[in-house]
Nanobody
Framework: QLVESGGDSVQAGGSLELSCAASGWTFRGSDMAWFRQAPVKEREGIVGIVRIGNTVYADSVKGRFTISQDTRKGTLYLQMNSLKPEDTTMYYC???????????????????WGQGTQVTVSS
């Protein structure tokens, strides 16, 4: 089970930290990622992390967002700085990839998803 938290409403330029608590052995050592999805849009992969710690960021968040994880707690984090109104949407964490393993930021490659947490950035 994946449970996100930390979503909130902030002013542009502000910061938020999202958390994704992963329960169960299934997620230990798995690749994980953060996605976001606005209504009537495709789910966008914004940052992923592989088991050994390497990360991949989408250009839209590079330099502003940072992914991290506490493996002892089984928690994935997303630190979001310099937030913009266009960052407003639902954010989801995902874990455990499946073939074809072409992209860490491909939604179709993830088996498990959280319920999402809403981030709203006002100008």
């Amino acid at each position: 089970q994946l449970v996100e938290s930390g979503g909130d409403s902030v002013q542009a330029g502000g910061s938020l930290e999202l958390s994704c608590a992963a329960s169960g052995w299934t997620f230990r050592g798995s690749d994980m990622a953060w996605f976001r999805q606005a209504p009537v849009k495709e789910r966008e992969g914004i940052v992923g992390i592989v088991r050994i710690g390497n990360t991949v960021y989408a250009d839209s968040v590079k330099g502003r967002f940072t992914i991290s994880q506490d493996t002892r707690k089984g928690t994935l984090y997303l630190q979001m700085n310099s937030l913009k109104p266009e960052d407003t949407t639902m954010y989801y964490c995902a874990a455990v990839r499946r073939p074809p393993y072409r992209s860490l930021l491909s939604a179709s490659e993830y088996k498990y998803w959280g319920q999402g947490t809403q981030v709203t950035v006002s100008s």
